[in-house]
């Protein structure tokens, strides 16, 4: 049903709105994008950091459900509100971000939920090891940004991954297993 | 003869544990205070604390419990160096003014040994107002590196800053509801 409402749409749009079938760019506003992590500390309390650091692009074709987008990571830039925590994060028990300096997204499945996207299906690439991975959003909006005067379209999206799939096994049980990623995400149109 | 015995020997171990109860001190590196915003309505803003220290002391048997936490608001850190300036000026927390928030809590409800809620006192802004944490998690175990107890969990609870008079940008569309997510790991003294 959905397929058929979007082909009509695109049918009818076509001869005048030709510009729409084109891939829409966003550029990544920094200031309002981060990937959070958490992970649980001897199943007791969850221990929550960042990634302060991040570049990317998103390329959104609303009508064909696709894009391309691209999120990198720079491993060192973890925070977890300890210094001597991040020093260890960044070492080869965890991140390993001397050898592997940036983590990466790649997806070009885009999943639509009328016009809010819900879900990008990609791979994610840690030490060095790419996995598939499904990002799921639990909110998504655009807007008119009253400052920046441009459409600004972004949410919040979520997987939770198994570092030992990645490679890193130190601390186990203790540290959990699962970590959390909550993707905070703002783009800016261009 | 026997259940008398058991029962006057459960009585006095439950009475001596009671006289007890427990002082933690709270860990500072696994203990944060988060706070989430919605940006627009678009994505979620997430800051910390950095700094902070307290004391938990609590009585599983008596079922009571006292909290005092003190946080440096100076130490807001969101990842954005120029927000994390504005939300200490004048329009947010006014750290050049204001100590800092502290976070009192003397009523602590168990769901048998664990502690599922605490109920206390939010002092911000130099106003005071009642917050009820909720725990999603608690646990105690014994830390293998400090060999001893560190009693913790994952606390919970959604604020109005503006009861705090924190109304800076509501016009703007800045929202009132913010939900604090607290760590704790507090180890036994």
């Not at chain 1, 950091?49 to 720079?74: M, P, Q």
Request: hydrophobic fraction near 40%; proline fraction near 3%.
């Amino acid at each position: 049903m959905n397929a058929l409402r979007l082909l009509l749409v695109a049918l009818a749009c076509t001869p005048v709105m030709g510009a729409r079938a084109e891939p829409v760019n966003y550029a990544i506003d920094p200031s309002h994008t981060k990937v959070y992590w958490e992970v649980r500390h001897f199943g007791t309390s969850t221990h929550r950091g960042r990634f302060d650091t991040l570049e990317g692009s998103i390329a959104i074709d609303r009508d064909k459900g696709l894009g391309d987008v691209s999120i990198s990571i720079a491993t060192a830039s973890v925070s977890s509100g300890v210094p001597a925590l991040d020093a260890v994060l960044r070492g080869g028990s965890f991140l390993a971000s001397e050898a592997n300096p940036t983590a990466y997204f790649v997806a070009k499945q885009l999943r639509f939920d009328g016009e809010r996207l819900s879900s990008l299906r990609g791979e994610f690439t840690l030490r060095g090891v790419s996995k598939p991975l499904s990002l799921n959003a639990s909110n998504f909006a655009c807007r008119t940004d009253a400052q920046l005067k441009r459409e600004v379209c972004g949410g919040d999206f979520e997987a939770t991954i198994l570092r030992s799939d990645y490679g890193s096994t130190f601390g186990l049980p203790f540290v959990g297993d699962k970590v959390r990623l909550l993707i905070s995400i703002e783009g800016i149109r261009q | 003869m026997k259940k008398v015995l058991f029962t006057l020997a459960a009585v006095s171990i439950a009475s001596m544990a009671h006289a007890e109860g427990a002082t933690y001190a709270i860990d500072p590196s696994h203990t944060f205070v988060t706070f989430e915003a919605k940006h627009f309505n678009t994505s979620t803003l997430r800051g910390r604390f950095d700094k902070k220290e307290g004391t938990v002391s609590f009585d599983r048997q008596g079922k009571t419990g006292k909290a005092e936490i003190t946080i440096d608001a100076g130490s807001i850190d969101t990842g954005v160096p120029a927000l994390d300036t504005h939300l200490k000026s004048k329009d947010f927390f006014d750290v050049a003014q204001i100590s800092g928030v502290k976070f009192v809590g003397d009523k602590f409800t168990f769901d048998g040994d664990k502690v599922s809620s605490v109920a206390g006192q939010l002092t911000m802004l130099g106003k005071t107002v009642p917050v009820t944490l909720k725990a999603d998690n608690f646990n105690c175990y014994t830390n293998p590196l400090l060999k001893r107890e560190v009693c913790g969990g994952d606390f919970e609870t959604t604020i109005a800053r503006t009861q705090w008079g924190m109304n800076y940008g509501l016009q703007y569309g800045l929202p009132d509801s913010i939900h604090l997510l607290i760590q704790v790991e507090a180890i036994k003294q």
